[in-house]
C-alpha cells in the first residue's frame, strides 16, 4: 500500500512538472502571490482593501496503531486486565470538520486573518466490557493572526515574496467532554481521553514565515508555522507545541485550472500532565483510581506527540472570476509517533474560496460605468 502511494504520488509530481502549458497569471490576485494551496494556514495576502472567505470539508481517518516507526497490532495492547495491558484500545478514528476563514488586507503589505472551525470525533474502541464507538464534537479553537510582507520584488504583481505571521490560538474549544455511551454506565460521565477534546484551553501564541516565488505558469513556496504552548489550563496541563513545514509546488495548466504537489511535515509534543479529573477523580483510570494504570493508551499523556511527513495532491479550478474551488487528498509518507497512538491513513479536503473587492480596491468595477464615460 504505502509503495501504491509513493508511486501515485511521484507520476502526479512529474505530470505536473512536465506538462505543457501557456502562461498565466494565476487563479488569484497577482498581488497575494498567484496561487497558493488554500490548505496552508495563513497563505496568500488579499489585494489590499479586499475581504478574502474560506470555507472547507474535510474528512480524515486514521487506522491501527503505531509506537515509533513500527505498527502494533490490537491484541498487542489488549484489551485485557492483564499486567502491561490496557482495558481499551483504539482500533481506527474518523474527523469531520468544517472550517471557516476570513482575512481583510488593509495596506499593501499587512492583512488580518481569522480561522475557527467545528469538528466531529468517532473512535472505534474494543474493551474488556465490549465494543462501542467514542464520540465528541465542538468548536475549535479560533485563530486570530496578522500578516506583514517583508520583502518583495514588485508591489503589485511580485515574482519572489517573503511575509511574517503572527497571532494566538483563542481557546473557544472544549476540554471538558464527558463519555456518553460507554458499554460500562459507571464510565459514562467522566472525561474524555486528551485526542478526543477538540480545544487545548490555553491562549497559545502563532508565528510564522511564508516564502513564495512566481515562474509562471509554475508557483512554488515554503511556509513554516508553529503554536507554541506556554501556558496551563483550567484542567491543569498543556498540550505539546507544534511545528509545520509545507513546501508545494504547482502548475497551471489551463486559464481556469491547475495541478499542485505539496510536502507537509510535522512535529507536535506530548501532554504535560493528566488533566485535574484524572487526579482527584480517577477519570480514565482502571476502577476509576487515581493510584491504578491506564484505562486506555489514549490517557497517557506521553502516548502523544512525535514527527510525520505527508504528500498531498491536489487541483484547483476557477468557476467563475474571485472564486476558487480546491480539491486536496494527504497521504502518509513516513511516521515516527511516541506511542502507543493512533497512525495516519488519509485525508480528504475540499475547499472554496472567495474575494470581495470593495470601494477602496484597485480592482473595485462597482454594478454600472461610471457616469463620465457617457454610457
Request: some cysteine; proline content about 6%; glycine content about 10%.
Amino acid at each position: 500500500m504505502f509503495l501504491f502511494r509513493f508511486i501515485f504520488s511521484s507520476i502526479l509530481f512529474v505530470l505536473i512538472i512536465t506538462t505543457n502549458a501557456a502562461a498565466y497569471i494565476g487563479l488569484c490576485c497577482a498581488h497575494c502571490g498567484g496561487n497558493m494551496p488554500l490548505n496552508i494556514m495563513g497563505g496568500g495576502i488579499p489585494e489590499t482593501h479586499e475581504y478574502r472567505f474560506k470555507i472547507s470539508e474535510m474528512f480524515m481517518t486514521m487506522d491501527g496503531l503505531r509506537d515509533g516507526t513500527d505498527e502494533k497490532s490490537t491484541s498487542d495492547l489488549g484489551p485485557s486486565t492483564a499486567s502491561g495491558k490496557f482495558r481499551g484500545v483504539p482500533k481506527s478514528m474518523d474527523s469531520y470538520m468544517t472550517m471557516l476563514g476570513g482575512a481583510y488586507s488593509f495596506t499593501d503589505n499587512f492583512a488580518g486573518m481569522i480561522m475557527g472551525g467545528y469538528v466531529r470525533n468517532t473512535m472505534e474502541m474494543t474493551t474488556t466490557a465490549g465494543d462501542y464507538d467514542m464520540f465528541s464534537q465542538g468548536l475549535t479553537d479560533t485563530k486570530l493572526m496578522g500578516k506583514y510582507r517583508l520583502y518583495h520584488d514588485d508591489n503589485l504583481a511580485p515574482t519572489k515574496q517573503l511575509s511574517a505571521v503572527a497571532g494566538v490560538a483563542v481557546p473557544t474549544g472544549k476540554i471538558t467532554i464527558k463519555n456518553t455511551n460507554h458499554p460500562t454506565k459507571t464510565m459514562r460521565g467522566k472525561l474524555l481521553p486528551f485526542g478526543m477534546q477538540p480545544g487545548s484551553g490555553t491562549w497559545d501564541p502563532i508565528f510564522g514565515l511564508t516564502y513564495q516565488k512566481a515562474a509562471d505558469p509554475f508557483w512554488m513556496g515554503a511556509n513554516f508555522m508553529t503554536t507554541q504552548r506556554w501556558g496551563t489550563n483550567d484542567q491543569d496541563y498543556k498540550k505539546g507545541s507544534e511545528y509545520t513545514l509545507d513546501l508545494y509546488v504547482m502548475r497551471q495548466f489551463n486559464e481556469k485550472a491547475l495541478a499542485s504537489f505539496q510536502l507537509n511535515g510535522k512535529a507536535w509534543g506530548d501532554y504535560s500532565d493528566q488533566p485535574k479529573a484524572g487526579k482527584e477523580n480517577g477519570d480514565c483510570h482502571a476502577m476509576l483510581n487515581p493510584t491504578r494504570d491506564w484505562m486506555t493508551p489514549l490517557c497517557d499523556p506521553t502516548n502523544y506527540g512525535g514527527v510525520n511527513l505527508h504528500a498531498t495532491m491536489g487541483m484547483q479550478f476557477q468557476p467563475v472570476p474571485l472564486h476558487v474551488a480546491e480539491l486536496n487528498l494527504s497521504i502518509p509518507l513516513y511516521q515516527n509517533l511516541k506511542g502507543p497512538q493512533m497512525q495516519s491513513d488519509y485525508m480528504l479536503r475540499l475547499t472554496y474560496y472567495l474575494e470581495v473587492p470593495t470601494k477602496k480596491s484597485r480592482r473595485y468595477k462597482g454594478f454600472s460605468a461610471p457616469k463620465q464615460l457617457g454610457f
